[in-house]
């Protein structure tokens, strides 16, 4: 059973830092295309970040220069480093695995990924 567990979400204020986790279990992430993704109340799932198979990393324009995807494939989890954090950074974060497929997203936007974390929440204070 694959299961993506995120962590390392809570409360802090603008122009602070949270890192994010995203732990895997049932596959290995060594290689394998994933994705951050954020939705706050209201609005709909807003991709973040994409890291690709060569560890590659794309990022929306919202958050480039601040965030950073990583992955550390002995610990089999995904990170995501958020610095100089915003009020409208506040949302749901999800992490995303696809593993049905050799190629990974051209958009960070793209939803096309088979499993999905339940999610940590971010809060940013103003």
């Known amino acids: 059973q694959v299961q993506l567990v995120e962590s390392g979400g809570g409360s802090v204020q603008a122009g602070g830092s949270l890192r994010l986790s995203c732990a895997a279990s049932g596959i290995s992430i060594r290689g394998v295309c994933m994705g951050w993704f954020r939705q706050a109340p209201g609005k709909e799932r807003e991709g973040i970040g994409t890291?690709?198979?060569?560890?590659?990393?794309i990022y929306a324009d919202s958050v480039k220069g601040r965030f950073t995807i990583s992955r550390d494939n002995a610990k089999n989890t995904l990170y995501l480093e958020m610095n100089s954090l915003k009020p409208e950074d506040t949302a749901m974060y999800y992490c995303a695995a696809q593993t049905f497929r050799t190629y990974c997203p051209t958009s960070v936007q793209s939803t096309t990924y088979n499993y999905w974390g339940q999610g940590t929440q971010v809060t940013v204070s103003s």
């Open positions: 890291i690709y198979s060569s560890d590659r990393t």
